[in-house]
């Protein structure tokens, strides 16, 4: 139906003579862009006589939010004249696509064209931040936003404080959310939701509470990331207890996420049975996140009979995300079945799946560098190498023995790769290379850490002493003297 009013719309802008008009073409463009005709927003686009900033941007933008990001820029380029919603369409285009370092050359770019600076393009710089771990860059940016007077409206102080989070520096966050002198619900669940990946899970509980106590209503990403606190912590009974409150005193249904949650919360003490239950109880079926969680958790305690059935249910909904194959070949690994981890390799292979190749990133003084295992493309690659080497025969000295529990290779250039050239350690190597003694290294990873990398980490942690703070895929570490603030338990 819609569509067809939209070609009624079209018919009687072409019969009344409108189209020449350069605010009817745009809202025709406009139009056509919101029903995915990008061919026909084109069109209308190749014919205008005269194009203003509107006519590109809506351009841009349509091609961005259907995904030609490359399309989007080419338009870009062709622009005679941009104005800052032109530049934040295409940097948001980049973020919104994950392509984080485009965003920041394109950053560059405006700001040696002396472009101002608004909260649009401010926000999303902060998030692209935030994707890299580029916590200086970020920095700099909540400075200018300050310096200039940019107002700081509630999403602008949420994306700061999702920064600060997702860069590894609570106490900044801490510091922009106490500053604030309204907070709304997003600001609440951003702060409580980046103590709950920290691991902190007594301090998002308690900061919850005072929510409560400043009568801000909760909704259900309030209890997805305080649940998210208490699988992140072990905090079992808590877990329980907010599960049923949420439902009990605030009337909010628990979503899929909830029972993911709590699913994660029992597998992870072992509970395999009540978990299993649990889903068993959902009144909609469960998906690939909900019986995930249980897969992780039959890995971690070693339950290969329902690891293997909740594995193949996971691969059946998700057949093209490599990290279920991994999962349950690991699980067969560890039992000794390693018949059934070739197949499962060959199933990959016959339904064409790539594994995720793990990459880690670390900034250091406002540039980002990326690496990835056995990688030799850093200028610097052999005095990196060096560096590692060194830190491992440091750490061997004080008890480090490699952990392969995690080494099943379902593709043979894996075996390239061996365990003490994976990503983060090279990151790490990089951090002590060129950092100054003391200083925070804060790494970010695509992927979950291995057990090897973890263990490598804490006694590199002992014996350089320095904090390391590692964000990977499920949350933060924070490396100290020998010890991880998840307490091994991740």
Known sequence: MLIEVGKQVHAHVVKFGFESDGFSQNNLIYMYVNFQSLEKARRV??????????????LITGYSQWGFVDEAFEVFELMPERNSVSWNAMIAAYVQSNQFHEAFALFDRMRAEKVALDKFVAASMLSA????????????IHGYIEKSGIELDSKL??????????????????????GL?????????????GLAMHGKGEAAIQLFKEMEKEKVAPDNITFVNVLSACAHS????????????????????????????????LGRSGMLEEARELINEMPTSPDAGVLGALLGACKIHKNIELGEEIGKRVIELEPNNSGRYVLL???????????????????????????????????????????????????????IYKQVDEMLHRIRCVGYVPDTSEGVSLHEEDKENPLYYHSEKLAIGFGLLKSKAGETLRISKNLRVCKDCHLATKLISKVYEREIIVRDRNRFHHFKNGECSCKDYW
Not at 45 to 58: A, E, H, N
Not at 131 to 140: P, R, V, Y
């Open 129 to 140: 931040c935030t994707g890299l771990g580029a916590l200086e860059q970020g920095k700099w």
């Open 329 to 383: 070949a690991n699980l067969y690994a560890n039992a000794g079945r390693f018949e059934e981890v070739a197949n499962v390799r060959k199933l990959m292979n016959d339904r064409g799946v790539k594994k995720v190749a793990g990459f880690s990133m670390i900034e250091l003084d406002g540039v980002v560098n990326e690496f990835i295992a056995g990688g030799n493309s850093h200028p610097q690659a052999q005095d």
């Open 157 to 178: 102080a949420t994306t700061i404080i999702d920064m600060y989070c997702k860069c590894g520096c609570l106490e900044k966050a801490f510091e922009v959310f106490n």
């Open 45 to 58: 686009f190749d014919k205008m006589q005269v194009r203003d900033v509107v006519s590109w941007t809506s």
């Open 234 to 265: 072990g905090l079992v009974e808590e877990g329980r207890y907010y599960f049923n409150y949420m439902v009990e005193v605030h009337g909010i249904e628990h979503t899929t996420e909830h029972f993911g949650c709590m699913v994660d919360i």
């Open 181 to 193: 002198s309204h907070k709304g619900i997003s600001s609440w669940n951003c702060m409580i939701g």
